[in-house]
Nanobody, 115 residues
Framework: QVPLVESGGGLVQPGGSLRLSCVAS????????MGWYRQVPGKQRELVAS???????NYADSAKGRFTISRDNAENTVYLEMNNLKPEDTAVYYC?????????WGQGTQVTVNN
């Protein structure tokens, strides 16, 4: 098991910004695909963005142009910079660490966007 510790969630007004962080322990971080997912009650968890070990990124259509995922392999940390947040971005955001034979999740951090 690779502990994933997320931080950075909170309450923000529409149009605001937040940066989520996820710190992973263990050496597999550098060879893992790191991702951010989100989930609202009654719906399936969905991919927001992912970044491969070499830096190639992938974004959900809803995140393109507003969110940026990045990773710091020296610090075993993945970030999600979220700008121009909308009420529909409200969800619990989960960090994911995935490889050939592993798939680990963080505990989730709540992001709420409203006035």
């Amino acid at each position: 098991q690779v502990p994933l510790v997320e931080s950075g969630g909170g309450l923000v007004q529409p149009g605001g910004s937040l940066r989520l962080s996820c710190v992973a322990s263990g050496s597999i971080f550098r060879v893992s695909v790191m991702g951010w997912y989100r989930q609202v009650p009654g719906k399936q968890r969905e991919l927001v963005a992912s970044v491969r070990s070499g830096g190639i990124t992938n974004y959900a259509d809803s995140a393109k142009g507003r969110f940026t995922i990045s990773r710091d392999n020296a610090e075993n940390t993945v970030y999600l910079e979220m700008n121009n947040l909308k009420p529909e971005d409200t969800a619990v955001y989960y960090c994911n660490c995935r490889g050939i034979s592993w798939d680990f999740w963080g505990q989730g951090t709540q992001v709420t966007v409203n006035n």
